[in-house]
Nanobody, 122 residues
Framework: QVQLVESGGGSVQPGGSLRLSCAASGSIFSINTMSWYRQPPGKERELVASITSGGGTNYADSVKGRFTISRDNAKKTMYLQMNILKPEDTAVYYC????????????????WGQGTQVTVSS
């Protein structure tokens, strides 16, 4: 049973920082791309940042220069360092593991974490 568990969310004032973590556990052979998504109140879920197994990264324009995504393949863990947080960053942040194979040669599948709340407010 594959599980993704996010941690590190919370409340912070504008201009502050938070670091999110996403730990994958269970039977995992490989993970292709890991991503952070967020869903602001009353809005649709959107891609924040993604990172491939080789370290290639992609960011939403709204977070470029403020957020940094990284991953530790050996620990099957992904991180999101969020700096200079703004009220518009308030959302539930979700971890996604794309193209995950539980064993060699198995069909790839996508998995989601349960989400962690980030609130930016003065």
């Amino acid at each position: 049973q594959v599980q993704l568990v996010e941690s590190g969310g919370g409340s912070v004032q504008p201009g502050g920082s938070l670091r999110l973590s996403c730990a994958a556990s269970g039977s995992i052979f490989s993970i292709n791309t890991m991503s952070w998504y967020r869903q602001p109140p009353g809005k649709e879920r959107e891609l924040v940042a993604s990172i491939t197994s080789g370290g290639g990264t992609n960011y939403a324009d709204s977070v470029k220069g403020r957020f940094t995504i990284s991953r530790d393949n050996a620990k099957k863990t992904m991180y999101l360092q969020m700096n200079i947080l703004k009220p518009e960053d308030t959302a539930v942040y979700y971890c996604n593991a794309g193209g995950l194979r539980v064993v060699y040669g198995s069909l790839p599948a996508d998995y989601w974490g349960q989400g962690t709340q980030v609130t930016v407010s003065s």
